[in-house]
């Protein structure tokens, strides 16, 4: 069976850090991973995705601040989160996919969901 499991996820004043990380076990391969986010009442963003040799995208909110990596385990995913602000305040979603491809950062292009982790900002 398939899960995601994220952790780290906290409360923190604007300015400091945050580093979230999440497993995926039961996939067998390495995967397309990512970071997706939802705020209450507001649409769900998409926040940074890797694929297994590396490649990253971001969305341009987070760029410069958050920076997404894979662990030395199979399909173990961090997202270090910089400079927060109290507008990244939200619920943080892993994501996988079920191949090593390349994908937009989209929620559709990812079949596999994690349970969320909180991230509150405080200005």
């Known amino acids: 069976q398939v899960r995601l499991v994220e952790s780290g996820g906290g409360s923190v004043q604007a300015g400091q850090s945050l580093r979230i990380s999440c497993v995926a076990s039961?996939?067998?391969?390495?995967?397309?991973m990512g970071w997706f986010r939802q705020a209450p009442g507001q649409e769900g963003e998409g926040v940074a995705n890797?694929?297994?040799?590396?490649?990253?995208n971001y969305a341009e909110s987070v760029k410069g601040r958050f920076a997404i990596s894979r662990g030395d385990g199979q399909n173990t995913l961090f997202l270090q989160m910089n400079d927060l602000k109290p507008e990244d305040s939200a619920m943080y979603y892993c994501?996988?996919?079920?191949?090593?491809?390349?994908?937009?950062?989209?929620?559709?292009?990812?079949?596999?969901w994690g349970q969320g982790t909180q991230v509150t900002v405080s200005s």
């Open positions: 039961g996939l067998g391969v390495s995967v397309s």
């Open positions: 890797i694929d297994p040799n590396g490649n990253a």
């Open positions: 994501a996988a996919r079920t191949d090593s491809g390349r994908a937009p950062l989209n929620k559709h292009f990812y079949s596999l």
